[in-house]
Nanobody, 121 residues
């Protein structure tokens, strides 16, 4: 079982950048694809980005393509989300998760507590 702790969120202005981190515990971290998801107030949780267990194959939602970059360090058991050119519509709680199926982005295991990203316009 992989346990996850997200960090790096904050309050920024439109156009700024942030880098989120997700630290994972558990020896099986490197066996999983990993993904970032987000949930805005009053909305369903949605897929943002994912990365294959070995990298470098990555997947992005259309809304973040070209602005966000997902990466991972299997030595540090950490997955990152570099977010550039942030927009107010990126405001949400961001979560990472182990991804069981990269075709459907079905996740496996528990969610972390999330990290809040707020973008002011």
């Amino acid at each position: 079982q992989v346990q996850l702790v997200e960090s790096g969120g904050g309050l920024v202005q439109a156009g700024d950048s942030l880098r989120l981190s997700c630290a994972a515990s558990g020896r099986t971290f490197s066996s999983y694809a990993m993904g970032w998801f987000r949930q805005a107030p009053g909305k369903e949780r949605e897929f943002v980005a994912a990365i294959h267990w070995s990298g470098p194959k990555t997947y992005y939602a259309d809304s973040v393509k070209g602005r966000f970059t997902i990466s991972r360090d299997n030595v540090k058991n950490t997955v990152y989300l570099q977010m550039n050119s942030l927009k107010s519509e990126d405001t949400a709680v961001y979560y990472c998760a182990a991804v069981q199926n990269l075709a459907t982005m079905r996740t496996v295991g528990s969610w972390g507590q999330g990290t809040q990203v707020t973008v002011s316009s």
